[in-house]
């Protein structure tokens, strides 16, 4: 009998997304639960991205503009970066494993953080490459260690800033000295995923990097601040000979004609984006004085999210949470994530979370 596939591919842990509500509340049978494990945006997508996509609706018999052209066009003009430098994803999750199937060659490595998103080395490992992981210093991607950890075979390096599931960033000071040390060859994935949350000053500044011509993927999502998660769009600013290559890897119509039309719309709501940092911002301080009023430690955050140490198992907290109709995210042992929701959202979770603790 032949393999049916890779050793690898067999010992792959499948990615466990966020539990959907419904079938949260179709198990226990309850009503009115809140999710807070996929740093979706509360707030949900802005009106002007759902009325791009009513006046969509009709056309669906039609493909999509495979080149996604107009979607294109508009970050080309927000970022002044080549049109021909930027690329569209089904969801920025795809691009991860573009970028992977495309460059990372046989005997190749990637570094990567941990913790840090799990996708970076799920899609090493469905290719049969190897990652190289670089431990986080209180949660944050240290840099200064990856760059030590590039060596003759490291193709590609994977950045979250800010990274999920810790929320922390990295500053410009960091990645410019960690820029100063990779070698022109290796690619630099920036995945900012978080981007519009984070307003830090000190945040550090990939496009400058990938304007002077180095080799970076800047990858930037819909799914976050925007409130298309559903829709799945993302994109990555990298050169036009990167996204040339990664082109010829891409399926024809990877990102549907809704996505591309409500992201457009999306894109020239930037009052939809101010409010949804705001109220991220009220969520932030208002779980910050709750969690430390409750004496549980926490990273402080520069996303939609905060990165819980608990002073117990994290499974049997997520099912006692999950019980009481709260969905959040076991991370580790003894590690919980929670997305900051809306305001009464992030009350239910504080309650329930006092009730149990
Ligand atoms: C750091 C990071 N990168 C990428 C993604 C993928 O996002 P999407 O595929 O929805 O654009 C996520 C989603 O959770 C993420 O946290």
């Known amino acids: 009998m032949k393999n049916l596939t890779t050793e690898d591919i067999r010992t792959l842990s499948p990615y466990v997304p966020g539990k959907p509500v419904e079938e949260l509340e179709r198990e226990l049978g309850i009503t009115g639960s809140v999710k807070l494990a996929s740093n979706e945006n509360p707030l949900g997508p802005s009106p002007k991205a759902v009325e791009a996509m009513r006046g969509m609706l009709t056309g669906v018999n039609r493909y999509p503009d495979g080149a996604g052209h107009y979607l294109r066009a508009a970050l080309s003009k927000k970022y002044a970066h080549p049109i021909e430098g930027i690329i569209l994803g089904n969801g920025s999750n795809e691009l991860l494993e573009i970028i992977v199937r495309t460059f990372l060659l046989e005997g190749e490595e990637a570094v990567m953080a941990a913790p840090s998103f799990v996708v970076y080395k799920m899609a090493a490992q469905a290719s049969s490459r190897k990652s190289v992981v670089v431990p986080c210093v209180d949660g944050k991607h240290d840099l200064a260690a990856m760059a030590d950890a590039i060596n003759a075979n490291t193709k590609l390096v994977f950045i979250a800033n800010p990274n999920n599931p810790t929320g922390t960033m990295n500053t410009a000071a960091e990645f410019d000295a960690f820029m100063a040390r990779v070698p022109e060859d290796v690619i630099v994935v920036m995945d900012e995923a978080y981007f519009e949350y984070a307003t830090d000053p000190e945040y550090a500044d990939s496009l400058k990097h990938l304007k002077a ?14 409130g298309l998660a559903g829709l799945r769009i993302g994109y990555g600013l990298s050169t036009p ?3 040339d290559l990664m082109n010829r890897v891409r ?3 990877n990102t549907n004609m809704l996505a591309q039309a409500a992201a457009l719309a999306a894109l020239g709501d930037s009052a939809h984006i101010e409010n ?8 932030k301080k208002y779980l910050y004085a709750e969690l430390g009023r409750l004496g549980i430690k926490y990273i402080p955050t520069h996303a939609n999210f905060i ?3 608990m002073d117990r198992a994290a499974g049997p907290l997520y099912d006692a949470l999950l019980k009481k109709g709260v969905i959040v995210r076991p991370m580790g042992p003894t ?6 929701g809306l305001m009464d959202e992030n009350r239910r979770f504080i309650n329930a979370l006092e009730t149990i603790i």
């Open 213 to 226: 011509g180095r080799r970076l993927v800047i990858l930037r999502t819909f799914s976050k601040a925007y």
């Open 276 to 283: 949804s940092v705001r109220v991220n911002e009220e969520g």
């Open 241 to 243: 000979e990167l996204v």
């Open 307 to 309: 990165y819980m140490e």
């Open 335 to 340: 590690q919980l994530r929670v997305t900051i």
């Open 251 to 253: 399926q024809p119509f």
